[in-house]
């Protein structure tokens, strides 16, 4: 599904920061990857780099064989909207639409929702808890029900892969259980390939099916 070569990122802030140094890496479907290191290791950068939110230095990533920085913007923006999920630590919502049409933003800002995403997204949602939360707003409701919402929004366009970075970060350790265990579902019961930067390593231990840890932007197992 994902493969890289020879991939680099630097940085230039008046000296040149080399954050990722010749990853070459694999992930296969239905894979439930979690990428780890100390904080500066470059986790949060090579996630950027596989969903093609940054463009490498040098080498390459490829999505199905399709290297993404030869896409144009277009093509890139379609992938994204098409066959990539993304859920962040920082929820991300619109505090002016409701928890509906926050899910459904995704969709809605090309076209309407068909009468099968919906059944769909409906389905999404009953998984996650928030059915009575539809027409909240994004103020009303707790941490764990905002990430819960944002989830609910990556699974909308139905994405090949998910890429979550920290997405516990920001929760107290009861909802971060809570959390992982709609992961786990996603993974097990619906075989989607999720691609998570986290620090806890517990995570890995619980639900990983590989652990990609990184030490100065390389990986020293995989």
């Known amino acids: 599904m994902l493969r890289t070569r020879g991939l680099k990122k630097a940085f230039f802030q008046g000296v040149t920061n080399h954050v990722i140094n010749g990853i070459n890496m694999e992930i296969v479907e239905k894979e439930f990857v979690t990428i780890t290191g100390k904080s500066g290791s470059g986790k949060s950068t090579l996630l950027y780099l596989l969903s093609g939110l940054e463009k490498p230095t040098s ?33 991300n919502l619109v505090s002016s639409l409701d928890v509906w049409d926050n899910i459904c933003l995704p969709i809605t800002i090309e076209r309407k929702v068909k009468s099968e ?10 998984m996650l808890g928030i059915l009575d939360k ?19 929004r990556a699974l909308a ?25 709609v992961f786990d579902n996603l ?14 390593e517990s995570i890995t231990k619980m639900l990983a099916t590989r652990e990609v840890r990184l030490v100065n932007g390389r990986i020293v197992n995989c």
């Open 59 to 91: 080498g390459e990533v490829l999505f199905y064989n399709k290297i993404l920085h030869n896409l144009s913007d277009s093509e890139m923006s379609l992938l994204r909207r098409k066959a990539f999920g993304f859920i962040f630590q920082f929820f």
């Open 117 to 126: 995403e919906k059944a769909t997204i409906m389905e999404y949602v009953k």
């Open 134 to 152: 539809l027409n909240a707003y994004p103020h009303q409701l707790s941490g764990g029900q905002q990430q819960r919402v944002a989830i609910a």
């Open 157 to 181: 366009i139905d994405p090949d892969v998910i890429f979550a970075d920290e997405p516990t970060g920001n929760l107290d350790s009861e909802t971060s259980e809570d959390v992982l265990r």
């Open 187 to 200: 993974n097990k019961w619906l075989g989607k390939t999720i691609v998570m930067v986290t620090h806890d």
